[in-house]
Structure formats: structure tokens, C-alpha cells
């Protein structure tokens, strides 16, 4: 389930172990985890949470890097 998926402003999870997880996502989950992160920054930004929705922002921008890199390795 993409909620899952979606971080809490309150996780304790290491961001390397985060990042580990995400470097084995296949295509398709990134880009449904991407449809979340931008939600939980929309609703972040509107609870004025500015810090947490750039931290997401910052996420986001991460994960369209990396889906570049895989779409892109797919069609060599």
C-alpha cells in the first residue's frame, strides 16, 4: 500500500536503510511512492510544517533522479 510508504514526520528510521529500501524499488513503485510524498507535502505545506514539506520535497527530487537513472538504463 503506497501509505506505507509515505514518511511520518516522526519516523525513526535511519535514512540510509530508507534509501537502501528505495535503491531496490522497481519503476513503478517510485513512481506511486512520488504521487504519495507530493500528497504528504501538499497537506504538510497547508499545516504550515514548511521544514517537513521541503524535507519532502528534497525526497521527491531524490526519487526523480533515480527514476531517470532506471527508465533510462531500461531502454540501453
Do not use: N, S, W
Not at 4 to 15: A, G, I, R
Request: glycine residues 4%; proline residues 5%.
Amino acid at each position: 500500500d503506497i501509505m506505507d510508504m509515505v514518511l511520518l514526520p516522526d519516523e525513526k528510521v535511519p535514512y540510509g536503510a530508507r534509501r537502501k529500501e528505495r535503491e531496490e524499488m522497481p519503476p513503478e513503485e517510485i513512481e506511486q511512492l512520488i504521487l504519495g510524498l507530493e500528497d504528504e507535502m501538499r497537506l504538510a505545506a497547508e499545516d504550515l510544517r514548511f521544514e517537513y514539506a521541503a524535507r519532502l520535497r528534497d525526497e521527491i527530487a531524490d526519487l526523480r533522479k533515480r527514476l531517470r537513472r532506471a527508465t533510462a538504463g531500461e531502454k540501453r
